[in-house]
């Protein structure tokens, strides 16, 4: 039998029950890789991290990040509320502003900042983005259950900062909350059958964008907010003319709304178009934590089950 302490944040979110669920293992010692896989299916949350001492000396922890379905390079989301988690267990001292997280793409860089009456703001350095091939509009408006004319008129692209997505610009928010992910359509967009991207769908505002994100293959039917997808989204903003380009620009995102988890996603361009990086940052809210006990026999006194629930 083997005990973990686990804890759910909400991330993204100054309140409880919205924004994105996250699973954090604040010490993933003894837990093989397949059983995290097992674990985050098990959750079954956007996604679960398992920290554990980084093997890098600029690192402050070594963050594994799994959806229910498979590994993730990297993530926005895991990495602000690993981040926070951190810091509220002492692992990283809370006067300590800037520091770093180990994960497959590499370190990650955070900032942490006092924001709303002291709570921590935490911010990621999006990893190098890069510009993939574009994408028939027409066959996007089709994926998506929409006519062509309900797009903005700018081609989708394929934009990555680790995790491949096609970004496509819609003319309102009614036409993001009416669109319905078509499965096969979407097989029918890639190149190869084991080419695999998320969607991203937006319509620009006077703030940012009002954003909606899918990804059936990573096992997310729809997520509630995506860190790794924001500085891709106002990279493509940028780069499509729906966004300033100027050093310092300040934009939001805000994603999960349709599905009844509001995000607010914080983005701060640095360099013009963002050449000396994109910030993504948000607000982290705790919500439960537990013990997960994973029993290699069967037992069926309710005594047994007790006991090994203590704490």
């Known amino acids: 039998m083997s005990s973990y302490r686990y804890q759910v944040v909400d991330v993204f979110t100054e309140e409880p029950l919205q924004g994105n669920q996250l699973g954090v293992f604040p010490d993933s010692s003894g837990i093989d890789d397949a059983s995290m896989q097992k674990i985050a299916k098990e959750l079954n949350v956007a996604e679960t991290v398992f920290i554990s001492p980084s093997t890098r000396t600029d690192c402050a922890a070594k963050v594994r990040i799994f959806t229910p379905g498979r590994e ?42 006092n924001g709303n009456g002291g709570r921590p703001l935490i911010w990621l350095t999006t990893p190098p983005i890069t510009i993939g091939r574009a994408m028939d509009p027409g066959a996007c408006a089709r994926m998506l259950g929409l006519e062509a004319s309900g797009l903005l008129g700018r081609p989708p692209e394929i934009v990555s900062a680790g995790n491949p997505g096609v970004f496509i610009a819609l003319k309102s928010k009614e036409a993001v909350d009416r669109a319905v992910l078509d499965i096969h359509a979407l097989q029918l967009l890639k190149r190869e059958p084991e080419e695999s991207f998320f969607v991203f769908i937006f319509a620009p505002t006077g703030e940012g964008a009002y954003s909606r994100m899918f990804a059936p293959e990573h096992g997310v039917t729809e997520d509630p907010a995506t860190g790794s997808a924001t500085g891709p989204l106002a990279a493509y903003m940028m780069r499509q003319g729906l966004a300033p380009r100027a050093d310092g620009t300040r934009l939001i995102s805000e994603q999960g709304t349709k599905m009844g988890r509001r995000s607010i996603l914080h983005i701060l361009v640095h360099g013009t178009g963002g050449a000396d990086g994109i910030e993504v940052g948000g607000y982290v809210t705790p919500i439960i934590e537990g013990v997960m006990t994973i029993r290699h026999g069967y037992t069926s006194s309710a005594q047994d089950f007790a006991r090994s629930n203590v704490v």
């Open 72 to 113: 993730m390079p990297f993530a926005g989301h895991p990495t602000v509320g690993a981040s926070f988690v951190l810091r509220e267990l002492g692992v990283v001292p809370k006067n300590v502003e800037r520091f770093a997280l180990e994960e497959k793409i590499g370190p990650v860089p955070v900032r942490v900042e």
